[in-house]
């Protein structure tokens, strides 16, 4: 794992760094250009109330876009409702969070949809009674009744994940996928690249493909699983970070982590010890503080009908592996030390 030419080969995919497409921008946007949203014009001085509802509050990344979103709410003296189903994943919760939010007349709503056909009669509702909507990290089956989608470009990373566990097995053998949840939008367009991205490969053969519902313990039990029915597997690809620590502990517990490469989405503190130990081969890193802080800039925007750009905003990817781990540009992305 540690090897130059591996290295080498996972370091010249890890150049790219995908580019925003819209949406939020750090210059003015006239107020002729542009996107407007749905929305109640803002009433002078008063303080606005965004909801801000997520797939889950229990791992780092919704921490970590919490805190932009919270950042942007104290920068603009908007009160930011933060909140998600439990357990994560969980659909009539969500659904019911979305329907209290909008009954309580907040003024603009921010999400992550954990299903994106479930959400669509949630979010188009909101959008009826003069709510605006900005989606984040996983959309709806509906592009045009939000106003803007600030996401990952999930299916690029999932190809990128592809073509990196590829270049670490000598683009030959067996890899799984650990995947999140079916049907949420972020999850399907990583499983999505992942697998177009195997196609280039035709001495890949993917043997496995499991949804553990985003637990821990779920990811542990179906990596054993897998393990146990190949064991000549030489790659797993985890879409998650509760599918990365999953897969690494069950790597671990069968003193495999020196063989199979492992690559996993998100950057929990774990994840960040496993690829600093070599566990992990790879981190696809996403920017969910960005996702929050841009979530919320946005639709105060919408709120107060200014113009916002375009519709669709890729948050950035970036590759981190234990070579590049410790660059200024990556230690910013990771858990502090």
Same mark, same amino acid.
Do not use: H
């Given at each position: ?151 990952? !470009? ?159 905003? !890729? ?23």
């Amino acid at each position: 794992m540690r090897q130059g030419m591996r290295y080498a080969g996972i370091a010249a995919v890890a150049a790219i760094s995908l580019t925003a497409l819209g949406c939020p921008k750090d210059e003015a946007v006239p107020p002729t250009g542009g996107v407007s949203a749905p929305g109640k014009p803002a009433d002078a001085g008063k303080r606005l109330k965004i909801s801000f509802i997520v797939k889950g509050t229990a791992n780092s990344f919704w921490k970590t876009m919490q805190a932009g979103a919270e950042a942007a709410g104290k920068e603009d003296n908007v009160d930011v409702l933060f909140d998600g189903p439990n357990p994560e994943g969980d659909i009539p919760n969500q659904i019911s969070l979305v329907e209290t939010q909008v009954t309580n007349k907040v003024d603009g709503l921010v999400l992550a949809a954990t299903d994106a056909n479930s959400l669509i009669k949630p979010v188009q509702e909101a959008v009826k009674k003069g709510i605006p909507v900005v989606m984040v990290d996983s959309g709806i089956n509906d592009k045009d009744t939000p106003s803007c989608y600030i996401a990952t !470009d999930n299916v690029k990373g999932g190809e990128l994940a592809a073509d990196n566990l590829a270049k670490s097995i000598g683009e030959k053998g067996k890899v799984a996928l650990l995947s999140m949840l079916k049907g949420a939008a972020s999850s399907d367009q990583r499983d999505e690249g992942f697998l177009a991205g195997l196609k280039k490969y035709p001495n890949i053969t993917l043997v496995a493909t499991q949804y553990t519902q985003n637990k821990v313990e779920t990811a542990v039990e179906q990596t054993n699983n897998i393990l146990t029915a190949n064991p000549d597997l030489a790659g797993i690809f985890s879409t998650s970070e509760a599918n990365g620590v999953g897969a690494g502990n069950a790597l671990k517990q069968r003193k495999l982590n020196a063989k199979i490469k492992l690559i996993a989405f998100d950057t929990s503190k774990e994840e960040v010890a496993d690829l600093a130990d070599g566990t992990i081969l790879a981190l696809m890193v996403q920017d969910p503080y960005q996702m929050g802080y841009k979530g919320v800039k946005t639709v105060e925007k919408a709120i107060k009908k200014e113009a916002i750009g375009e519709k669709v905003l !890729d948050s950035g990817l970036k590759i981190v592996t234990k070579a590049n781990m410790n660059d200024p540009d990556i230690l910013k992305l990771l858990p502090p030390k």
